[in-house]
T-cell receptor, first 114, second 111 residues
Framework: SAVISQKPSRDICQRGTSLTIQCQVD?????MFWYRQQPGQSLTLIAT?????????ESGFVIDKFPISRPNLTFSTLTVSNMSPEDSSIYLC???????????FGSGTRLTVV | DAKTTQPPSMDCAEGRAANLPCNHS???????VYWYRQIHSQGPQYIIH???NNETNEMASLIITEDRKSSTLILPHATLRDTAVYYC????????????FGTGTRLQVTL
C-alpha cells in the first residue's frame, strides 16, 4: 500500500501566525485530498489538490485561508493561514489508490492554536 | 454519493463477533460500499469494500443485502485493538471521487 509521510505530527502555534503541513507520498498519484477533523467530530474535506492546476475547495473553505501547493505527483502542502483557536484540529492528507485499495491517509497533524 | 446511516455507538465483548450495520437506501447501481475505521489519534484505515457480492479479507467480512440498501461489516473475533470509529461510505469510484465521512459508529470492545 502507498505510504504517506505527513509532518509535522503536531504543533502549537500562536494566533495570527501560519503553519504549513507537508505530505509526501511514496508513489505518484493524480489527486491528493486534505481533510480537517475538529475535536470530537468526523472528517471534513477541505480541498482536492491536482498536480499542475489550482486546488478545488469545498464549500466553506477558501484559498486565502488554506492555500495548497502541489508541485509534483508525490508531494503537497496545506497552509493554515492567520490562525485562530477555532483552527485547532487534526489535519490529514489522503490519496486515492484506486477502486480496489481504497484511500490511504497520513497520520495527521494535530494543531493547537493558542 | 448516497447518504449512509449508522448507529452512533456499539459495544462488543472481546472474542465475539462485532456486527456493524449501515443503511444506504438511496445507493445507486454504480456506487460501492466502503468501510474505514479510525483508531484514536490515527488517520482512517481502509477495511473492505463491495458492490453487491459479499466480500471477505483478512480484516473483516462485508455482507450486502440483495437490494443493496443496507450492509453489515463483521469483525469475526473482535479484540481490544478493534476499538475505533467505523465509517460506512457509498461512493462512485468511476468519477473523480472524494470520500465524504458521516458520523460513523463508535465501537467499544470490552473485556
Amino acid at each position: 500500500s502507498a505510504v504517506i509521510s505527513q509532518k509535522p505530527s503536531r504543533d502549537i502555534c500562536q494566533r495570527g501566525t501560519s503553519l504549513t503541513i507537508q505530505c509526501q507520498v511514496d508513489s505518484q498519484v493524480t489527486m491528493m485530498f486534505w481533510y480537517r477533523q475538529q475535536p470530537g467530530q468526523s472528517l471534513t474535506l477541505i480541498a482536492t489538490a491536482n498536480q499542475g492546476s489550482e486546488a478545488t475547495y469545498e464549500s466553506g473553505f477558501v484559498i486565502d485561508k488554506f492555500p495548497i501547493s502541489r508541485p509534483n505527483l508525490t508531494f503537497s502542502t496545506l497552509t493554515v493561514s492567520n490562525m485562530s483557536p477555532e483552527d485547532s484540529s487534526i489535519y490529514l492528507c489522503s490519496v486515492d489508490r484506486g477502486a480496489n485499495y481504497g484511500y490511504t491517509f497520513g497520520s495527521g497533524t494535530r494543531l493547537t492554536v493558542v | 454519493d448516497a447518504k449512509t446511516t449508522q448507529p452512533p455507538s456499539m459495544d462488543c465483548a472481546e472474542g465475539r463477533a462485532a456486527n456493524l450495520p449501515c443503511n444506504h437506501s438511496t445507493i445507486s447501481g454504480n456506487e460501492y460500499v466502503y468501510w474505514y475505521r479510525q483508531i484514536h489519534s490515527q488517520g482512517p484505515q481502509y477495511i473492505i469494500h463491495g458492490l453487491k457480492n459479499n466480500e471477505t479479507n483478512e480484516m473483516a467480512s462485508l455482507i450486502i443485502t440483495e437490494d443493496r440498501k443496507s450492509s453489515t461489516l463483521i469483525l469475526p473475533h473482535a479484540t481490544l485493538r478493534d476499538t475505533a470509529v467505523y465509517y460506512c461510505i457509498a461512493i462512485n469510484t468511476g468519477t473523480a471521487s472524494k470520500l465524504t465521512f458521516g458520523t460513523g459508529t463508535r465501537l467499544q470492545v470490552t473485556l
